[in-house]
């Protein structure tokens, strides 16, 4: 990346917090922020812009999405669809050189990605979680901190993996699905479910 293509990230949160001190580790100082809220006007000492013209954006600028819900953050891709967007990985991070990561995906402190797992696009894998061989996850999905899939799991679009949750191998989850905190899935998880327990148990299927 040249060092004058400037970086912003869309969303002022306490995610956003997380996702500049992983580009500050990576050297890429951010930019700015934007936000709709005009309320917040900076963060960690970073500018926060309201909108994307008061930001001054050009074709050079790059971005990451740094929202933690996986609807909101679809819906944020899908309006930026013109703009150049980047990976945030901290460097604690251990990425298999057989794996792939998606655009926009952000990867923080001691996560594990291993050999030929591919991650999707606008992903979080979040503090201490743990990715097998093989696995796929799909877009905009969120896996939890501490939160662990065995080989050969594949985890469809828009999902969320709680906190500490484990996930044996050979297992699909659906899209659109939330896997509960400390859930134990020894069985498939249908498209929008919600699942708790141990072992994980379906307790509603949500409408969308």
Request: net charge neutral; with cysteine.
């Amino acid at each position: 990346m040249s060092h004058t293509n400037r970086i912003f990230l869309y969303g002022a949160s306490g995610h956003a917090k997380v996702i500049c001190e992983i580009l500050e580790t990576q050297h890429h100082i951010p930019h700015g922020l934007i936000d709709d809220n005009p309320l917040v006007r900076s963060l960690l000492d970073y500018p926060v812009y309201n909108t994307l013209e008061q930001a001054a954006i050009t074709a050079d600028d790059r971005f990451v999405i740094s929202i933690g819900n996986n609807r909101i953050r679809k819906a944020v891709a899908e309006k930026l669809n013109w703009v150049q967007f980047v990976s945030a990985v901290h460097p604690s991070a251990i990425i298999s050189p057989r794996g792939t990561i998606g655009e926009g995906t952000v990867v923080m402190s001691n996560v594990s990605v291993n050999a030929l797992s591919k991650i999707g696009r606008h992903v979080i894998l979040n503090t201490n979680c743990s990715i097998d061989h093989d696995c796929v996850i799909d877009d905009f999905v969120h896996i939890s901190p501490n939160a662990a899939l065995a080989g050969n799991v594949k985890v469809g679009e828009g999902t969320q993996i709680g906190i500490g949750a484990c996930v044996m191998q050979n297992i699909t989850i659906g899209k659109w699905a939330t896997v509960g905190a400390g859930a134990v899935i020894i069985r498939d998880v249908p498209d929008y479910a919600v699942v708790v327990g141990n072992p994980g148990r379906v307790i509603k299927i949500n409408q969308f």
